[in-house]
């Protein structure tokens, strides 16, 4: 099975500050055939379901705004948020679903 | 409204059982995989079974492999999961979800589409 490794654990960022959460994978999922990373982020608030924000490592789901991007390949993944916004405030975790889908562990982002 | 809705969760003693269902409206369920997520109160998410989209090809996490049984009925737009020799691990609000890519297009567990989740209490 393929773990998913989230860092850190929780961030404070300064509203209209960068926001950067890494997730590594314990073997690659870019898949040789299509040269994709299978590999989704999501937001989820406080009684709510996760949201899709991006899939295909860095491609961003309909509606999500362009603060949020992703970059990486293989192992190492990184999610960003450009600007912080209030509403941003949630647990963002990562997904692989190159194998059996696995997710990482979670990162509490919060306005300091 | 594109949207799903699962309903059967509730309190249950150990070595029960209990079916959960989920209802998908709004698209058109029987070109998509779906899938089981569960998160235990306070703590990150957890796949638990997925099923395809018509051919009806089912896979299992570890951790509920032999106890649980997933399925769907596409002429009314349900998913399931039969949940028996329950535990107290396996207390947690259960989601279903649906691929992002239809079926026929790539196989793509991103999940584009949760309900809000049924709560699953195992306790005596």
């Known amino acids: 099975d393929i773990v998913m490794t989230q860092s850190p654990d929780s961030l404070a960022v300064s509203l209209g500050e960068r926001a950067t959460i890494t997730c590594k994978s314990s073997q690659s999922v870019l898949h040789s055939s299509n040269n994709k990373n299978y590999l989704a982020w999501y937001q989820q608030k406080p009684g709510q379901p996760p949201k899709l924000l991006i899939y295909?490592?860095?491609s961003r789901h309909s509606g999500v705004p362009d603060r949020f991007s992703g970059s990486g390949s293989g192992t190492d993944f990184t999610l960003s948020i450009s600007s912080l916004q209030a509403e941003d405030v949630a647990v963002y975790f990562c997904?692989?679903?190159?194998?059996?889908?696995?997710f990482g562990g979670g990162t509490k982002v919060e306005i300091k | 409204e594109v949207k799903l809705v699962e309903s059967g969760g509730g309190l249950v003693q150990p070595g029960g059982s209990l079916r959960l269902s989920c209802a998908a409206f709004?698209?058109?369920?029987?070109?998509?995989?779906m899938s089981w997520v569960r998160q235990a109160p306070g703590k990150g998410l957890e796949w638990v079974s997925d099923?395809?989209?018509?051919?009806?090809?089912?896979f299992y996490a570890d951790s509920v492999k032999g106890r649980f049984t997933i399925s769907r009925d596409n002429s009314k737009s349900m998913l399931y999961l039969q949940m028996s020799s329950l535990r107290a691990e396996d207390t947690a609000i259960y989601y279903c979800a649906k691929d992002y890519l239809p079926a026929a297009v790539m196989k793509s567990h991103a999940y584009d589409l949760w309900g809000r989740g049924t709560m699953v209490t195992v306790s005596s």
């Open positions: 295909w490592a860095s």
């Open positions: 709004g698209f058109t369920f029987n070109t998509y995989a």
């Open positions: 997904q692989q679903y190159y194998d059996t889908p696995s």
């Open positions: 099923i395809a989209d018509s051919d009806k090809s089912t």
